[in-house]
């Protein structure tokens, strides 16, 4: 399985990839939305893509609405990770594609659920 984390943050990929590794993916990173997609085209698309929202450059949601406009990456999984906690943000992210909502802070055991929940592990 794998997994691209995106996230301004080195301390989160970090931590984002440690916990996916131990799950068994194998984990590429990114900066920022704009280098999100560049990895993607190295990569190819991932089982699942977990992504912050607050990043200079290319945020969240506009990497979300650039992977959803592009049908090469329709099976990849993708989970909004971040300190947004506003409803309207959810609502917002989910409609435009995400498949799962994950707010700052979360355990491995919050991760291992919604990637549960996406299909992406079994339980």
Same mark, same amino acid.
């Given at each position: ?20 590794? @131990?799950?068994? =993916?194998?984990? &590429? ?9 560049? /990895? +993607? ?18 945020? @969240?949601?506009? =990497?979300?609405? &650039? ?9 990849? /999984? +993708? ?45």
């Amino acid at each position: 399985m794998r997994a691209l984390v995106i996230d301004d943050s080195r301390a989160m990929r970090s931590i984002l990839g440690q916990i996916l590794k @131990g799950m068994g =993916f194998e984990v &590429a990173d990114a900066v920022n939305g704009r280098e999100g997609l560049a /990895r +993607l085209k190295e990569i190819g698309p991932p089982d699942v893509i977990l992504v912050d929202w607050n990043m200079p450059v290319m945020n @969240g949601y506009e =990497f979300l609405c &650039a992977v959803r406009a592009d049908p090469v990456y329709n099976d990849s /999984r +993708l989970m909004m990770v971040t300190t947004e906690t506003e409803m309207e943000q959810m609502i917002k992210a989910l409609s435009a594609g995400a498949n799962e909502y994950v707010m700052k802070p979360f355990t491995k055991e919050v991760i291992r659920e919604k990637l549960e929940l996406m299909g992406v592990l079994t339980a």
